[in-house]
């Protein structure tokens, strides 16, 4: 184990010299903050978890031979128990270590319960949306947190070098016109639209900064891990499997959310749909799709259809060539949400926001015919820099805290 945990240091030695991105996501400080004695960032591959850890690792006023970063998909670790490894970097001095991709070690959630019940020291470790890290175990005794893709405001903070404020639901719905010209005055490029349009095709995975030219090819490539590593290897998914995973991505992207019924989607990949619906919670876990359900669905007794969009708008250009406006815009509003809102389909209007907003989603000329009797209801129209009344501009949901 000694020697394991030499070659771990030299490693580090290595991944310190390399340059960290200035720009701190929106999680830097709570969790910064966290007195909890292990803390766990999960999300989607690609979204910069390493970075976020790596980040926290330097600014640590903990000496730096007591500190360590390590990553469990390397082939050292393979056979290793991560108990027993921790306890030996401990006994050496070790008092704050990060542990990234978490879920490619050995029984990793017995091993980490040990580390906590016995062992002395500070944890940072990372895992994959997939996998089981957020069941009430895993959230009493640790400090959990979801780490999103990029959101348009950190885009724009991004590409602009600039700061902005983030807005609560409530304050967008009710103020989006005062906050719109806060949202102006503190742009150095007052050109909204033009970076919205970028955004939707680019930049949602931090990695478009790295190399703005291999873009796609780096999504493309996250997928298939995602597919092949993350989902084959948690639940165990054959290879030939993952060929009808993909094949349903690609259904979700060239289709209307609606026109997706489970009979319907089933037959066209090929698979039942008991196992559609398991791969749809895979696929859902894993943060590549998205799964919204009718609000009536609520009461258990009335039968609707689900709504399925991909989990960003990105998606669409690394999986297919033609994709609806609409449902892209729909896309776009949940993924700006739905990690910190509930959101349900409606029959009158597109999306129920935790259960009191109604919204109908569209472009510039959208009229509030389908929800003009509604309480709390709102357009959210594509194509306007500034809303008026109940008109609210669709991008400034890129600005929801």
Known sequence: ??????????????????????????????????????????????????TLLLQLLKVSTVKPSNKLYISCDHPMFQDVSLFEFVDEFRKRGGELIVIDEIHEANDFQAQL????????????????????????????????????????KEYLELVQDVSLSLYSLEEILNDHESIVHEVFDGLKDKTILKYFDEFIG??????????????????????????????????????????????????????????LSIDKLA????????????????????????????EAKRFKAIRKPDKLYLANTNLFGALCLQSDKGTI?????ASMLGSRHTLNYVDKGDMLIDERYTVEIGGKNK?????????????VSDDIEVGFENRVPLWLFGFVK
């Open 329 to 333: 815009r729909e896309t776009y509003f």
């Open 1 to 50: 184990m000694q020697k394991v945990l030499e070659s771990a240091k030299r490693l580090y030695l290595l991944k310190q010299a390399q340059t960290l991105p200035e720009y701190k996501r929106y999680l830097y400080d709570d969790i910064q903050k966290s007195t909890s004695k292990i803390v766990g960032v999960y999300g989607s591959r690609g979204v910069g978890k390493t």
């Open 202 to 259: 680019v930049g949602v995975y931090p990695f478009y900064f790295e190399d703005k030219t291999k873009y796609t090819d780096r999504i493309h490539e996250t997928i298939n891990t995602i597919l092949h590593t993350d989902l084959g290897k948690i639940f165990n998914i054959q290879p030939d499997k993952i060929d009808t995973l993909k094949k349903l991505l690609l259904t979700i992207c060239v289709s209307k959310p609606l026109e």
């Open 267 to 294: 037959t066209t990949v090929g698979i039942t749909k008991a196992t559609l619906y398991k791969y749809i919670e895979y696929l859902s876990r894993a943060e590549l799709i998205r799964h919204i359900s009718h």
């Open 367 to 379: 009229g509030f015919e389908q929800i003009k009797d509604i309480p709390d209801s709102y357009v």
């Open 113 to 152: 319960k040990s580390i906590y019940d016995f062992l002395d020291i500070k944890i940072y470790f990372s895992g994959s949306s997939a996998i089981e890290i957020t069941n009430a175990d895993f959230a009493r005794r640790y400090s959990m947190y979801n780490l999103s893709i990029l959101s348009f």
